[in-house]
């Protein structure tokens, strides 16, 4: 199995905590976060190994690596992957329009390897990660299904619209676990609220419950 490698560059907020705990259930074993401060090292070292230099700098065989960049000319193919092969993926909070910021913070900076793209849409951290790892099992990107700018029913009044695409595996969203709580939250929901967990409402979503 390969290396997913994460090119750590937000400080770990809440919300990247719960993306980064999501990748490392895909990836077990295999998640490495390179350029970390030291006083974030401790507490990655509960999801992957640390590194503190940055991806750019380690001296990793570049013949072995494939950086994904939405901006890439081709696309990941599972005979792209061997079993040494590293996989790197930018720790960046993504925006509503992207910025090129994996291009110009890792990419730019590698000369000699691989990059590929996993599609058009723009994906969270943890949902490159997933629809990585799918790819490095044997699918092949056109296979892969997803839903692009889910939005997600909180209450009878309230829904949040997510401006990323997120992958599905037989037909169910790939969300970040905790996310919809965290977002509850910050909306001001009280415990009396949480009565409707993140599966309810994910299969409110999908058309398969009411509220």
Known sequence: MPYLLIEHLENISEWLWLEYSHVAEWWRGKLVFTNVREDERERLARLGSVIGESVTKFPLDRSKVIVLDLQAEEELKP??????????V???LGDAVPRGRTKEFITSRMEGVRVRHIGKPQYSIDGASIVTKLIADGRRLNEIEYEENPTIQLDEFSEITLHYAVPKLNG?????????????????YTEEDERVSDEDLVEFFEGKRGL
């Open 172 to 188: 169910k969203l790939l969300l970040t676990p905790g996310l919809i709580e965290l977002q509850r939250r910050e909306m001001g």
């Open 90 to 92: 930018g720790g960046i």
């Open 79 to 88: 005979e792209d992957v061997e079993e040494d092969t590293v996989i790197v």
